[in-house]
C-alpha cells in the first residue's frame, strides 16, 4: 500500500526517457574545445604580442589593448590566452599523474595480503581526509618551487582519492562469481583485474577524473599564484592573477583575463562531470517532468451536486476526489463519500486500491508526485480546499499512520514529537503536555508510561510505537480521525485494546472516524458502515447489517470475503 | 543505552588521533631527506663554499645519524621547540604563536559560515524543487553551484577585492586589523565548501523529505520552516556531517591560498615564503601545526556526529 504514496509508484513512465547528453554536458564539451582550441592557436598567434614590451604600461582596455597592458606594457589579452596552453598542460600532466597511480596502487591493494592491505586502505582515507594543498606543499617543499614540482606535488595529492574510487569498485568485483570462476580456472591475479575490473571502472573514473581536473587546476594554479609554481619569465593563469593583484587599485581590468580563464576552465570540467555524472546516476536526475505535485486543487469543472445535508454536519465529507500522477495516471478515480460524527466508516481493499491515497488526500495531506482534485473536501468542519487555519485543522484531524516504526522520526524523543500539537498550536506549556500524554499512554496500557516520553524511537518495540501514536492522536479531542492501518502491527490481544479505545473516543468526543483496513474480520467488528475500493473507485458500500449478513453483491466484495473467511473460517453459515 | 558506548568512542578516537600525528612527525622529519641531492647544498645554495655547506649540514644536524636526528627531532617536539629558523633564527613557536590565530580565525569562521549556509541553502532548495515543483530551480541550482565550484578561493578574493575594495570602497582589502577585514577573506574561503555542501545536504534533504516521518511531521501543520527546522535538520545533520568531512579539511587549503589574496598575517603566507626561502625547521613546524588542525577538524567533526546521531558512536563514519 505504501508503494502508492511514494513517487516511485510512477517509475514504469520514466523508462521511456532517453538517455541523451544534457545540456550541462554539451556545454562543458564546447567549452573544452574551444580552450584547447585556444591552447593550440593563441602561442603561435598571439606569442610575439604576448611578449612585447612597450612603455604603454597599465592601460585600460582600450581598441589596441582589450584588457589593457601589464606592468611591462605587454597586452593582456594576449597574455591571457597565451597561458591557456601551460596552465591545461601543466594541469593534464598533474590530473594523468593522480589517475594514473591512483588506479595502478588501487589495484595493487587487491593482489597484496588482507592484512597489508587494510593498512594501506586506512593510511589511504587518511591521506583522503587531509586537506590536498597542505599535501602538495609538502611535495614542493622538497623539490623546491618551480613548475615541475608543482604538477608532482598536485598530482601526488590527488592520488588517494582514485586509490579509494579504484579498491573500492574492485571490491564488489573481486567477489563477483565470474571472478572467482576465473580464479578457479587459475587464471592469474592481475589478468583477472585488468580484465574484469578495469572496463567495470570506466564510468566512475570518467567523473571523477573531470572532477579532479577541476581541483587540479585549482590547486595547480593556487600554488603558481602563492609563488610556488610556474616562475617568470613562463606564465600560466595564476602568475598572470598574482602579476595583475597589486595593480588592481590602479587598474581592476588587470585581473579579468586569468579570472575569466579560471572560470572557463574550471567550469568547462565541472559541467562535464557534472553532466556525466548525471547521466549514470539516476538519483541525480530529475524526476518526471510535469505537473506540479503534492498539492489538493478544487475540480476544474465544478460538477453541479445534488443538494446533500450541510457539510459542516458531517466529520468529513469528500466530492469526486481524484488524484493522479505527475503524468497523469489515475490512481483515484473520483471517490464521493461522507463520514457523519460519532460514526466509523471502513475503508477496505487490497494493496493499490487507492485506499491510503484516498485517506491522506482527505486529510489534505497529498503525498509528492502525485496531485488531486476534488469537488469538495471538509473535514471536521474546514474547507480544505480553500484557506484553513493549520493550528485548527492539526487540532481537529488526527492521523493515525500503518507502519508505526517509519512513522516516528528517528532523531527526536517520543514526547517532542508527539506532543508537538498541544505545544505549538494550543499553547499548552511542555510539562502540562508531557503530563497528558503520560496520562493517555497509560489508557492505552502502555507499560511505565511517565518515562516513555523521554525515548528515542528506536528504543520501543512497533507495537508499542503504534500505541503511542494512537495515544498521542486522541490527545488533542479530534473531530476526525483518520486511521490508514492502525492495527496491523498490533498482536490481538493489543489490537482489541486499542479497537476499544477508538470506540470510546467515538463515543466520549462524538469524533468520526475513517478506518482503513485490509481485514474484513476487524472492519465488520468495528465499523459502521463500510466502503469497498477497488482501482482507484468505491465499488461497494455496505451498512454493519449488510456486511454481517454478507449481503453484497459487487463480485470484488465477495472475493474478499470469501479469503477472510479462508483464513478465519467462522461458524457462521452464508449464503 | 546498554553499554557505555562514549569511553569506547573516544579511546578509539585518540588513538587514531595520535597515529595520525605519529605520521604527521614522521612525514614533516622526512621533508628535508626526500631532498634529491645533498640537502645542505640545497639549503645553503648553489654558490656556496663548501666550508658553507658543511657549516649548514652541521647546524642542522645532518651529519649525525639518521636515527639520532630523528629522535633529537622528537624530543625538541615533546619539550615543544621546533627548532629555529634558518633565516630569521627566530624559535619556530614563536612565529607559529603570533599567526597561528589569524589563520584559525578565519578558517573557523569560515567552517561555520559555511555550515548554516549551505544547510540553509539545500535545504530549501530540496523543499522548493520536492515533487517536481520548480524545475527552473532545479537546473539552476545545478549551473550556479557548478560555476561556483569552478572559481578558485583567489579569484573570489580578487573579485571580492575589486567590488567591495576598490570600486564601492566598502570594505578593506586586506590587513587583519578589523573585524570588517574579516568578511571578504571569509567570503571566499566559503564560496566553494557552501557550493559543494549545499548540493550535498540538497542530495540528503531529498531522500529525508521523502520519509514517512516528514509526513508524519506535515500531518501536524507545523508550517514548513519548524516542520523543517524541526523534523527534518536533526536527520540531516548526521549524514550531512559524515560527508562534509573532506570539505572542510579543506578549507584550510583554503585558508593559505586565501592570505595571499588578501596580505594575511597568517600561518599561510609564512609557510609559502618558507618554502621559497627553504627554510626548512619553519616550513616544518607550520606543516606539523596545519596537519595536526585538520587530522583535529576531522575528529571533532566524529565527535560531533556520535553526539547528534548516536547510531555513529558504534559504527563508526565510513572513511573508506
Known amino acids: ?575 | 543505552m546498554r553499554a557505555r558506548p562514549w569511553p569506547v568512542f573516544l579511546a578509539r578516537k585518540a588513538r587514531e588521533f595520535v597515529l595520525a600525528v605519529a605520521a604527521l612527525v614522521v612525514l614533516t622529519f622526512a621533508i628535508v631527506h626526500l631532498i634529491p641531492g645533498d640537502p645542505a647544498r640545497v639549503i645553503a645554495g648553489v654558490d656556496a663554499s663548501s666550508e658553507q655547506v658543511d657549516a649548514v649540514r652541521t647546524q642542522l644536524g645532518l651529519d649525525l645519524p639518521l636515527g639520532t636526528q630523528f629522535l633529537d627531532h622528537v624530543s625538541g617536539l615533546l619539550r615543544g621547540d621546533l627548532g629555529e629558523s634558518y633565516r630569521t633564527g627566530q624559535p619556530v613557536t614563536d612565529v607559529i604563536a603570533t599567526r597561528l590565530p589569524f589563520t584559525l580565525s578565519i578558517a573557523l569562521v569560515g567552517i561555520a559560515v559555511t555550515l548554516v549556509v549551505s544547510l540553509a541553502l539545500g535545504l530549501a532548495v530540496a523543499g522548493l524543487t520536492r515533487g517536481n515543483r520548480n524545475p527552473w530551480l532545479d537546473s539552476a541550482f545545478g549551473w550556479v553551484t557548478a560555476i561556483v565550484l569552478a572559481l578558485p578561493v583567489y579569484v573570489v578574493g580578487a573579485i571580492l577585492i575589486v567590488l567591495f575594495a576598490v570600486t564601492w570602497r566598502v570594505l578593506p582589502a586586506g590587513g587583519a586589523s578589523s573585524a570588517a577585514a574579516y568578511i571578504l577573506p571569509t567570503l571566499a574561503i566559503a564560496s566553494g565548501p557552501i557550493a559543494s555542501m549545499s548540493r550535498l545536504v540538497r542530495r540528503e534533504a531529498a531522500v529525508v523529505l521523502e520519509q514517512d516521518f516528514m509526513r508524519t511531521a506535515r500531518g501536524r501543520r507545523l508550517g514548513r520552516v519548524r516542520e523543517y527546522a524541526r523534523h527534518a535538520v536533526p536527520n540531516l545533520l548526521a549524514s550531512t556531517l559524515t560527508l562534509s568531512g573532506l570539505i572542510l579539511a579543506g578549507m584550510i587549503g583554503g585558508a593559505i591560498v586565501v592570505e595571499t589574496v588578501f596580505a594575511w598575517p597568517g600561518l599561510g603566507r609564512a609557510v609559502v615564503e618558507s618554502i621559497i626561502e627553504r627554510d626548512y625547521a619553519l616550513t616544518r613546524g607550520i606543516i606539523l601545526v596545519i596537519g595536526v588542525a585538520a587530522v583535529t577538524l576531522n575528529i571533532v567533526i566524529d565527535i560531533v556526529l556520535a553526539a547528534v546521531d548516536p547510531r555513529t558512536l558504534r559504527a563508526g563514519r565510513a572513511l573508506v
Not at chain 1, 570506466?202 to 587540479?216: E, K, W
Not at chain 1, 593583484?245 to 575569466?260: D, E, N, T
Not at chain 1, 549514470?280 to 445534488?306: N, Q, Y
Not at chain 1, 498521542?472 to 480521525?481: G, H, P, S, Y
Request: aromatic share 4%; glycine share 8%.
Open chain 1, 1 to 575: 500500500m505504501s508503494t502508492v504514496l511514494t513517487p516511485s509508484s510512477a517509475a514504469p513512465e520514466r523508462t521511456g526517457r532517453v538517455r541523451r547528453a544534457g545540456p550541462m554536458l554539451i556545454t562543458g564539451l564546447i567549452l573544452l574545445a574551444l580552450l584547447v582550441l585556444v591552447a593550440v592557436l593563441a602561442p603561435a598567434l598571439l606569442g610575439d604580442e604576448a611578449r612585447t614590451l612597450s612603455d604603454r604600461r597599465l592601460l585600460g582596455p582600450t581598441a589596441d589593448h582589450p584588457l589593457g597592458t601589464d606592468e611591462l606594457g605587454r597586452d593582456l589579452f594576449a597574455r591571457a590566452l597565451v597561458a591557456t596552453r601551460t596552465t591545461l598542460l601543466l594541469t593534464v600532466a598533474a590530473t594523468a599523474i593522480s589517475v594514473v597511480a591512483g588506479v595502478v596502487l588501487g589495484l595493487l591493494v587487491w593482489l597484496m595480503p588482507q592484512r597489508i592491505r587494510d593498512l594501506v586502505l586506512t593510511a589511504n582515507a587518511v591521506a583522503v581526509a587531509f586537506p590536498g594543498l597542505v599535501l602538495a606543499l609538502v611535495v614542493a617543499a622538497v623539490l623546491g618551487p618551480g613548475a615541475m614540482s608543482a604538477t608532482v606535488a598536485v598530482g601526488i595529492a590527488g592520488i588517494p582519492s582514485f586509490v579509494r574510487l579504484t579498491a573500492n569498485m574492485a571490491a564488489p568485483i573481486m567477489v563477483r562469481d565470474y571472478v572467482s570462476t576465473a580464479r578457479l580456472l587459475g587464471v592469474p591475479r592481475p589478468i583477472v583485474l585488468g580484465r574484469h575490473v578495469l572496463p567495470n571502472l570506466g564510468g566512475p573514473l570518467l567523473v571523477l577524473s573531470a572532477n579532479s581536473f577541476a581541483v587540479t587546476l585549482t590547486e595547480l594554479s593556487g600554488l603558481s599564484f602563492i609563488g610556488l609554481g610556474v616562475q617568470n619569465p613562463e606564465y600560466d593563469f595564476g602568475r598572470l592573477l598574482a602579476d595583475g593583484l597589486p595593480h588592481v587599485y590602479v587598474q581592476p581590468a588587470q585581473i579579468v583575463g586569468p579570472s575569466v580563464m579560471l572560470v572557463l576552465a574550471g567550469a568547462a570540467a565541472m559541467f562535464i562531470g557534472d553532466g556525466l555524472a548525471a547521466r549514470s546516476d539516476p538519483r541525480l536526475r530529475s524526476l518526471v517532468r510535469g505537473r506540479r505535485t503534492g498539492v489538493l486543487r478544487p475540480a476544474r469543472s465544478a460538477a453541479t451536486h445534488e443538494p446533500d445535508r450541510d457539510p459542516a454536519d458531517s466529520a468529513l465529507s469528500v466530492r469526486d476526489l481524484r488524484v493522479t500522477t505527475a503524468a497523469g495516471r489515475e490512481l483515484v478515480a473520483g471517490v464521493s463519500f461522507d463520514v457523519g460524527p460519532g460514526e466509523i466508516v471502513g475503508l477496505v481493499g487490497e494493496s493499490g486500491s487507492g485506499k491510503s491515497l484516498t485517506a491522506m488526500s482527505a486529510a489534505g495531506l497529498v503525498p509528492d508526485g502525485v496531485a488531486a482534485t476534488a469537488g469538495r473536501v471538509t473535514a471536521a468542519g474546514h474547507d480544505l480546499l480553500g484557506p484553513v487555519s493549520p493550528g485548527d485543522l492539526a487540532r481537529d484531524v488526527a492521523l493515525v499512520y500503518q507502519d508505526p516504526i517509519s512513522t516516528f522520526n528517528p532523531a527526536l524523543t517520543l514526547e517532542s514529537q508527539l506532543t508537538e500539537v498541544p505545544r505549538v498550536h494550543l499553547g499548552v506549556h511542555r510539562r502540562r503536555a508531557r503530563e497528558a500524554l503520560a496520562e493517555s499512554f497509560r489508557e492505552l496500557r502502555i507499560s511505565s508510561p511517565d518515562t516513555r516520553g523521554r525515548q528515542h524511537p528506536h528504543e520501543l518495540s512497533g507495537g508499542m510505537l503504534q500505541r503511542a501514536m494512537i495515544a498521542a492522536a486522541l490527545l488533542t479531542e479530534a473531530k476526525l480521525i483518520i486511521a490508514d492501518e492502525p492495527t496491523t502491527a498490533l498482536d490481538v490481544t493489543v489490537q482489541a485494546e486499542v479497537l476499544r479505545r477508538f470506540v470510546a473516543a467515538k463515543d466520549t468526543l462524538g469524533a468520526g472516524m475513517l478506518f482503513i483496513s485490509h481485514d474484513l474480520a476487524v472492519v465488520e467488528a468495528l465499523c459502521d458502515r463500510t466502503l469497498v475500493m477497488r482501482g482507484g473507485q468505491v465499488v461497494e458500500e455496505l451498512t454493519r447489517d449488510q456486511l454481517a449478513r454478507r449481503e453484497v453483491t459487487h463480485p470484488y466484495t465477495r472475493s474478499l470475503l470469501a479469503a477472510t473467511r479462508y483464513l478465519e473460517p467462522t461458524e457462521e453459515t452464508h449464503p
